[in-house]
């Protein structure tokens, strides 16, 4: 039965906003009171925090579909509707989230990051908010906005100090149960190791975390065996230790090889993985022929500049000087790390020729795009001529109507606001707004005939 997990592609929604309510006070004496229509309810957004009590990010895996609510339609007696709930989803440490394209959209380092990862839609105005001067008892609401949906996939990288690397059955799950408390699963056969364990190691004052990733083998960064899937466990990872096993009967193994054939598998991920310090534990010295060949390779180790540690995760010999080792690699990654910056809040103020929109002409289509356009038209009910009246306005006062006369428009010409599944209309030049053009509620008479 699986139980970890370290990638998911998730499906989120954000919940849609709340339709805004058309509706007319009436009372006796007061048949026609004013409009008291109240306003939609947003929809609930859908973050993603990190909860240092997950580690695995086995809940989507079995359930990748989540939802926020939807915001609540307004109500008469200007009654406003209630708010979606936000859904707040808890990952892992060290989650990354990219989209389905691999473009990253947040890296969670650091208990309580959080990101949202889809906003919930706006609700829409009541009538009571809509009405003017002009417009005294608007005939129509604008509608919620849909709340936004995407894919995106969560991909976990371990947070760790130390990462122990090396082949399958070389005694890191052992080095891992032998110097912390965690308990990994140990037998005698390769590849026990299915899911990366995380340790906590003392070393005098320092304490550190220590990751037993699954065993490596040639091809590793191709994907043969387990190596590309927990790679990536490696990359947080402040230092290396190389777990060589000095008691292998595998012909044509030996403590260099080994160590030569990982060290080109680290170069061909990348990741920065062969810049790391890196220090070396020979492995199994309990067994007197692999404790000979330890001090055999001891010196050819040294003078390829790393230090190196005779250990035996069975006896516990050298253990103390492995793990003061790591703490000083660890005490020194932090020392020379540079301090986090303090958030900033970055303020973009629009230009202030920007007219928050552009016109373009694409198969002798005009298309409309801009934020403003393209929800003004999500919220449009058009079964209510008043209410695309209103568009109307809206699109003249922003400047459209007279961008589409620059770009070269005519009158019945084909005008797109949204690009691809946007809204297509013949585009007739409207008049100014004005109670005039205002006929029974719900109607517009600039729209008549058409």
């Not at 990253?104 to 829409?124: K, P």
């Not at 002009?134 to 919620?144: D, W």
């Not at 070393?203 to 190596?227: C, H, M, Y």
């Amino acid at each position: 039965m699986t139980t970890f997990v370290d990638r998911v592609v998730v499906h989120v929604a954000a919940g849609s906003g709340g339709h805004g309510c058309a509706s007319i006070h009436r009372e006796k004496f007061k048949p026609l009171a004013g409009p008291d229509g109240g306003d939609g309810g947003r929809g609930g957004d859908v973050t993603l925090v990190v909860d240092p009590q997950t580690t695995t990010l086995l809940d989507y895996h079995h359930g990748p579909h989540r939802s926020a609510t939807n915001g609540r339609p307004g109500m008469g007696s200007h009654r406003s509707g209630a708010h979606g709930e936000d859904l707040v989803l808890s990952v892992p440490d060290g989650t990354v989230v990219t989209d389905v394209s691999g473009n990253l959209l947040a890296d969670l380092v650091g208990a309580g990051a959080s990101f949202v990862v889809a906003r919930g839609g706006r609700g829409g105005l009541g009538n009571a908010a809509l009405a003017s001067s002009r417009r005294k008892a608007p005939g129509f609401a604008l509608l919620g906005e849909p709340g936004e949906g995407r894919d995106v996939v969560l991909e976990l990288k371990t947070v760790a100090d130390i990462a122990l690397i090396g082949f399958p059955s070389a005694g890191k799950s052992s080095l891992v149960a032998a110097v912390s408390a965690a308990r990994p699963k140990i037998a005698d056969y390769p590849f026990t190791t299915l899911v990366p364990n995380l340790g906590v190691v003392s070393a005098g004052e320092t304490r550190f975390t220590v990751a037993d990733v699954p065993g490596l083998i040639p091809g590793a960064s191709q994907g043969k065996g387990l190596g590309l899937e927990f790679l990536r466990h490696v990359e947080r990872c402040t230092a290396l230790v190389h777990v060589l096993d000095c008691a292998t009967l595998d012909p044509g193994r030996d403590p260099l090889s080994d160590l030569d054939l990982i060290e080109a598998e680290l170069a061909a991920y990348g990741a920065g993985l062969s810049d790391r310090p890196r220090i070396v534990a020979l492995n199994k010295i309990d067994v007197p022929e692999a404790r000979e060949l330890a001090e055999l390779v001891k010196a050819d180790l040294q003078a390829r500049g790393l230090a190196v540690y005779l250990v035996s995760a069975a006896s516990h010999e050298g253990l103390r000087a492995l793990s003061f080792a790591m703490a000083t690699l660890v005490t020194t990654a932090r020392e020379q790390a540079p301090p986090p910056e303090p958030t900033r809040i970055v303020l973009r103020p629009a230009a202030v020729d920007d007219s928050g929109f552009t016109v373009t002409v694409e198969d002798s289509v005009f298309v409309v795009r801009g934020t403003k356009p393209e929800r003004w038209v999500r919220q449009t009910d058009f079964s209510n001529d008043e209410a695309v009246g209103y568009l109307a306005d809206r699109l003249a006062r922003l400047g459209v109507e007279d961008a589409l006369r620059a770009a070269g428009a005519r009158p019945g010409d084909d005008v797109v606001i949204g690009g691809e599944g946007g809204v297509m209309f013949d585009w007739e030049p409207s008049l100014a707004a004005g109670a005039e053009h205002l006929g029974p509620r719900g109607t517009d008479l600039r729209l008549e005939g058409r």
